[in-house]
């Protein structure tokens, strides 16, 4: 089993590599494996490759976490607001709700300001991966910070629900070292809404199904769980991916088959694959391809070793 610190690392990085190797291929229609592996190994030849939004945002909430471990909202506002560079692909919900904040409009008004009942984009869940490495060993916390982290921009109750359910997915790939069927299951006991709870539960019953080289499976996958932006679709295609790979370059790989919202969606399973791997699982040759790998490694390592003993006070 990975360290804890190799395993935050990995949780992190795997955002990263899932986000930049994916985001050419947003958008994309379903594929073949075989053309999927193509993509990826496309991908980074065109090296250096950026990260979009889903590692943007993230390295925003891990760097806030480390001063606020419970997260408080106008000081994650404000992180965002410092570290966004809006050109890197955010929701167009977003950033009206940014363009909110920068008005001085309170920020549990912003939140239902664009969409009446807050926005159930995947938004929530693709940056929550420093939740699950910082609140790992307890999951009731996890839970609550991650639904706090949720509603400041994505208040529709599938939006905070799925957002749980990805941070609950890195938290308990991180605490066992491991995340397949038995660990998709506990994600989708969690699940507060019902709808989530139902994806998940058939996330958990396709896996049964999968076999790594069925393209067919993964056609089923997609039509039956959604890869779209939503993310009651696009969170529960992404554990699924999660658990049906062995390590992150293949959860990355089918998230690029899957097609829909490749880049949030590989960089979601990346996140709990490598949570369960470690950061040592993970290619070189990506690592070596993308944005800033040092500075999110940091940040998942600094969180690992906050969980384990750093001071949590705010
Ligand atoms: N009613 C109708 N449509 C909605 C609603 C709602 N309540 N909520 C969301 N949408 P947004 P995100 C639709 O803008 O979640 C990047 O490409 C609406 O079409 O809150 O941060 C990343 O890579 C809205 O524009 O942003 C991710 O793929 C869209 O969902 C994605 O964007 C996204 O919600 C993350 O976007
Ligand atoms: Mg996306």
Do not use: C
């Not at 199904?209 to 039956?224: F, G, M, Q, Y």
């Amino acid at each position: 089993m990975a360290s804890r610190v190799d395993a935050g690392a990995g949780a992190l990085l795997g955002t990263l590599l899932g986000d930049a190797v994916g985001a050419p291929y947003e958008g994309a229609g379903p594929t073949s494996l075989a053309k999927a592996e193509e993509r990826a190994a496309q991908a980074v030849a065109a090296a250096p490759l950026r990260y979009t939004d889903d590692t943007e945002l993230a390295i925003a909430l891990g760097e806030h976490l480390r001063a606020h471990p419970l997260v408080e909202h106008g000081a994650l506002a404000a992180g965002i607001l410092a570290n966004l560079e809006p050109w890197r692909g955010y929701g167009g919900g977003m950033l009206a709700l940014v363009d909110e904040w920068r008005r001085g409009r309170p920020t549990d008004e912003a939140a239902t300001a664009v969409f009446p009942d807050g926005s159930f984009g995947n938004g929530a869940a693709m940056r929550i991966a420093p939740v699950g490495v910082r609140w790992a060993d307890e999951p009731w916390r996890l839970a609550d910070v991650a639904a706090r982290s949720a509603s400041l921009t994505h208040a529709h109750p599938l939006g905070v629900d799925a957002a749980v359910a990805q941070a609950t997915a890195v938290g308990i790939a991180t605490s066992r070292g491991r995340f397949g069927a038995d660990e998709v299951a506990y994600v989708a006991q969690r699940a507060q809404q019902r709808l989530l709870g139902e994806l998940l539960r058939t996330a958990r019953a396709l896996l049964a199904d999968h076999e790594a080289d069925a393209d067919d499976a993964l056609v089923t996958v997609a039509e039956t769980l959604g890869t779209d932006v939503a993310a009651q679709h696009s969170v529960p295609t992404a554990i699924w991916a999660a658990a049906a790979a062995g390590d992150v370059r293949e959860a990355v790989t089918l998230a690029l088959a899957l097609g829909g919202d490749v880049d949030t969606i590989a960089a979601m399973a990346g996140a709990i694959r490598g949570a369960a791997d470690g950061a040592a699982s993970l290619p070189e040759a990506w690592l070596a391809a993308v944005e800033e790998p040092d500075r999110v490694r940091a940040i998942g390592e600094a969180l690992a070793h906050d969980a384990l003993g750093g001071e949590a006070t705010s």
